[in-house]
């Protein structure tokens, strides 16, 4: 059975990439069209490109993502396979102009789990273990994952596998991977992981996944205003200019609007307010 590193960009999932090899290394990125948030160094941007083969102006992501799976890849000596599916901006409207919420959440499925899956169905015959950056107190996260395993042990999903005669597409249920956790195996917790890339040469963001990612606190949302105004504004006008809001309780407008009493700082957050991706 082929193995696979699931790959976010984030510490956890790169230091399996580093500890775990894999007979593949996959990482799949998430791409917004707004101009005014496009990725500063053209020359990188351009490798990119070339890389997922498909145009890329910005990623919905701290744009230190990039840089880490740049420096990964080398500090682990294999190859990274990178992928994407339609941007943020496709998905969206795609689904009808309807915003993703912590109840529909389609966004990690169109944008990670589906290019994976499809990536994988046309690389890769016959069933793969697919390991998971779920550390030692994630245990929650990865029997949700459990859950979702067929009489095989398998996790399915439904991709486009062709075309049909008409021209419709023709969608089918693979089964996509026999999902691992190696840290929770393990019992490797966040110490071990901080403490393994102290001195290493690889770039990491503040904070992983999107820069607006709604099951992040208002408060913090507040503050990645403060890092990443652009972006955020993208996540402001895609709600003023679709159907509902992210999240249920403030707009995005409101909160980059906000007038804070007290200057916020990195480290008054840790990754338990960020949320996370699914991944």
């Keep these: 059975m082929k193995t696979i590193n699931s790959l976010s960009g984030g510490k956890t999932s790169s230091y399996i990439a580093a500890n775990y090899p894999a007979d593949y290394d996959v990482f799949s990125l998430v791409r917004i069209e707004d101009e005014r948030c496009r990725f500063p160094d053209?020359?990188?941007?351009?490798?990119?490109?070339?890389?997922?083969?498909?145009?890329?102006?910005?990623?919905?992501?701290?744009?230190?993502?990039?840089?880490?799976?740049?420096?990964?890849?080398?500090?682990?000596?294999?190859?990274?396979?990178?992928?994407?599916?339609?941007?943020?901006?496709?998905?969206?409207?795609?689904?009808?102009?309807?915003?993703?919420?912590?109840?529909?959440?389609?966004?990690?499925?169109?944008?990670?789990?589906?290019?994976?899956?499809?990536?994988?169905?046309?690389?890769?015959?016959?069933?793969?273990?697919?390991?998971?950056?779920?550390?030692?107190?994630?245990?929650?996260?990865?029997?949700?994952?459990?859950?979702?395993?067929?009489?095989?042990?398998?996790?399915?999903?439904?991709?486009?596998?062709?075309?049909?005669?008409?021209?419709?597409?023709?969608?089918?249920?693979?089964?996509?991977?026999?999902?691992?956790?190696?840290?929770?195996?393990?019992?490797?917790?966040?110490?071990?992981?901080e403490q393994f890339w102290t001195d290493k040469r690889v770039r990491f963001a503040y904070m992983n996944n999107c820069v607006g990612c709604w099951w992040r606190s208002p408060m913090l949302l507040s503050h990645m205003n403060d890092k990443e105004p652009?972006?955020?504004?993208?996540?402001?006008e895609t709600e003023e200019n679709n159907k509902g809001t992210f999240r249920s309780d403030v707009t995005f407008r409101e909160i980059m609007k906000w007038k804070r009493q007290i200057k916020l700082f990195d480290d008054d957050f840790n990754e338990c307010d960020s949320g996370y991706c699914g991944l």
């Design 230 to 236: 652009e972006k955020m504004n993208w996540f402001a």
């Design 42 to 193: 053209e020359k990188v941007r351009q490798m990119v490109e070339d890389r997922i083969g498909k145009p890329f102006v910005a990623t919905a992501e701290d744009d230190t993502i990039i840089f880490t799976m740049l420096d990964l890849e080398q500090y682990i000596g294999r190859e990274i396979t990178w992928l994407t599916g339609p941007t943020f901006d496709e998905v969206i409207k795609k689904k009808g102009g309807y915003l993703p919420n912590k109840i529909a959440r389609f966004c990690t499925t169109e944008m990670k789990t589906i290019p994976i899956a499809e990536w994988r169905h046309k690389t890769i015959d016959g069933p793969v273990e697919m390991r998971f950056g779920y550390r030692a107190n994630e245990t929650r996260r990865a029997k949700s994952m459990m859950e979702k395993m067929n009489d095989n042990g398998m996790v399915e999903v439904k991709i486009i596998v062709g075309k049909h005669p008409n021209g419709n597409n023709k969608w089918q249920t693979i089964e996509y991977c026999k999902p691992s956790f190696p840290l929770i195996d393990a019992n490797i917790y966040k110490d071990t992981i």
